[in-house]
């Protein structure tokens, strides 16, 4: 007992280390991020790896094709610098596309509270039901996952407040913009020729306009919408702007 007591403490030790680790760099800066990761342990979400492996401020592969990682459980860093640019509030809705191992959705399941609600959606059934089981394990079983074609978003909880990509996207996809309320924050890393930036839009009439953009890297979507490219004009304010109808 006493050295089960003992490894608990161990694995909080890290837990509550990579979160202050996050903080002081300054990736974590407000205090509902810096909650949800607290309360939320990564291991759950990674169970056949060792506590030290999980609490590396690394991304971890989790499932390959063809020798190429397919999915995974993304670096800790830009998972909170991601949150930080959605900004979410509780009673919000939210749409991932890319399940992962299912964390990411439950520190927005977090945030969100319980009224809100999280929806995420993976292309493979596989990745869709180990992130449920995961969730689950983590009393997260309210988040609603959903084996499917992310670049078609999921318009039965829709409209959403937040939409966010955990793989990279060469376009958006209409479908993102017509589930988005006005208003509303559609986050994204958004691959332009060489480059790969997490993007955060608003919602502003048939457009979306840029909030804000950090570096990133990530595995770009699979499905029918993989291999678009993006369309890009000038707009009337700096920024990246996007108009939605015929081009």
Not at 84 to 89: K, R, S, Y
Not at 231 to 236: E, K, L, W
């Amino acid at each position: 007992m006493e050295k089960d007591n003992k490894g608990k403490r161990d694995v909080a030790g890290l837990h509550q280390g990579l979160v202050e680790q996050l903080v002081r760099v300054g990736n974590i800066r407000t205090t509902a991020v810096e909650a949800a990761f607290r309360a939320v342990p990564r291991h759950i979400f990674l169970p056949e790896l060792s506590a030290e492996e999980v609490y590396r401020d690394e991304a971890i592969a989790t499932k390959f094709l063809n020798g190429s990682a397919i999915s995974s459980s993304s670096q800790p860093a830009i998972m909170a610098i991601m949150l930080e640019q959605l900004e979410l509030q509780p009673g919000q809705r939210v749409l991932e596309i890319g399940a992962g191992t299912g964390y990411n959705a439950a520190l927005m399941a977090h945030i969100v509270g319980d009224t809100g609600r999280v929806v995420t959606v993976d292309l493979d059934d596989d990745t869709a039901q180990r992130a449920r089981e995961h969730l689950a394990a983590a009393g997260f079983d309210g988040v609603q996952v959903v084996c499917s074609d992310g670049g078609l978003g999921y318009a039965d909880a829709a409209p959403y407040d937040r939409i966010i990509l955990t793989v990279g996207a060469r376009d958006i996809m209409p479908a993102w913009h017509e589930q988005l309320k006005p208003g509303g924050r559609l986050l994204l890393p958004l691959s332009i020729r060489d480059t790969q930036l997490s993007v955060a839009f608003e919602k502003v009439g048939d457009h979306l306009a840029s909030l804000s953009a950090r570096a990133a890297g990530f595995m770009l979507l699979r499905g029918a919408f993989g291999e678009s490219g993006i369309h890009t004009q000038p707009g009337p304010d700096p920024g990246l702007y996007l108009q939605f109808g015929e081009r």
